[in-house]
């Protein structure tokens, strides 16, 4: 499986859609609040998103948004509407025709809860707004899903869905290719010689007994070379990355209630629960017990290490 591709297979929206209203200006909505992410789309016209504190940014007919959460924010026809928690706009808008926000706009808005802590690792290197626009295989998606907003058909919320997604991975792989991302180290090492093909294998087998020499004759160098070209390009060795993956596989798996945790230290590579214990409460602070009461709540019994 491609890194990209597991790490957002747990993001996924439910039902948050807002759109088909015309929005005549002076108009502002409160968005996003609990939200981890939130997707804003642009159907017709222009909005502003304006977050308390930072400075606003326009969102134009032809690009997406990505807000990162969960704190509220507003989107609006100008930055100063909502009660003036904004500069006022600034004098260059990069061609913005004028009037392009004075006539009705109608917008797509999803909002994604990410509980598993997989995903986090990509989309915890976000800023807190992205705003990137269409590319070829995204740009003709609009208006397919306008036409589906527009008929009331069995299952058109899951087709909604289902294309906002498509559009939120097409707007955050958009996003790390351009240059003035800071994807993390890992992202730009999937496509190195060296420490990409290591990237890959640990991911579609994390159970797997690796070791830094194994993972060296996989890439078809020495050990030392590995090492060395690994840890510049992630910031990591390999097997303190092996560890940290592993381990944020664990907390997720640990939020299934039907797995003991000797089941989940065999899942993620290892054959002694209490060595698994000690690495995850190392790598993460707390025991997998104490995580799971947390997940779980405070009624869940802590489960004892087996014996022997």
């Known amino acids: 499986m491609d890194v990209f591709d597991e790490l957002l297979r747990g993001v996924r929206g439910s039902g948050a859609v807002f759109g088909r209203s015309v929005l005549w200006p002076p108009w502002a909505l409160r968005l996003g609040g609990g939200a981890y992410l939130t997707l804003v789309v642009p159907m017709r016209g222009a909005g502003w998103i304006v977050r308390e504190g930072a400075e606003p940014r326009l969102v134009r007919l032809g690009e997406a948004a990505v807000v990162r959460g969960p704190e509220p924010f507003t989107m609006a026809d100008e930055p100063a509407a909502p009660r003036r928690l904004s500069p006022a706009p600034p004098a260059?808008?990069?061609?913005?025709?004028?009037?392009?926000?004075?006539?009705?706009?109608?917008?797509?808005?999803?909002?994604?809860?990410?509980?598993?802590?997989?995903?986090?690792?990509?989309?915890?290197?976000?800023?807190?707004?992205?705003?990137?626009?269409?590319?070829?295989?995204?740009?003709?998606?609009?208006?397919?899903?306008?036409?589906?907003?527009?008929?009331?058909?069995?299952?058109?919320?899951?087709?909604?869905?289902?294309?906002?997604?498509?559009?939120?991975?097409?707007?955050?792989?958009?996003?790390?290719?351009?240059?003035?991302?800071?994807?993390?180290?890992?992202?730009?090492?999937?496509?190195?010689?060296?420490?990409?093909?290591?990237?890959?294998?640990?991911?579609?087998?994390?159970a797997r007994p690796w070791t830094t020499a194994s993972l060296a004759e996989l890439a078809g160098v020495s050990r030392t070379t590995f090492a060395k070209r690994f840890t510049e390009l992630v910031g990591e060795g390999p097997v303190a990355y092996l560890t940290e993956w592993r381990m944020t596989l664990a907390a997720d798996l640990l939020a299934d209630p039907g797995l003991t945790v000797a089941a989940v230290a065999r899942r993620v590579g290892y054959a002694d629960p209490f060595g698994f214990s000690a690495a995850f409460k190392r790598v993460r602070g707390l025991s997998p017990s104490a995580h799971r009461r947390a997940l779980l709540g405070a009624d869940v019994r802590a489960e004892p290490l087996p014996v022997g």
């Open 92 to 206: 260059d808008l990069d061609g913005l025709a004028p009037g392009e926000l004075t006539g009705p706009t109608v917008l797509l808005v999803a909002g994604y809860q990410v509980g598993e802590q997989a995903p986090r690792r990509l989309l915890d290197a976000l800023p807190p707004v992205v705003v990137v626009p269409d590319e070829e295989d995204c740009a003709g998606l609009r208006d397919y899903l306008e036409a589906q907003m527009a008929v009331e058909r069995p299952g058109r919320q899951i087709v909604l869905d289902r294309l906002l997604d498509w559009l939120l991975v097409c707007t955050l792989r958009d996003w790390f290719d351009r240059p003035e991302a800071a994807p993390p180290g890992w992202y730009l090492a999937l496509g190195d010689p060296v420490a990409g093909p290591a990237l890959r294998a640990v991911h579609d087998d994390p």
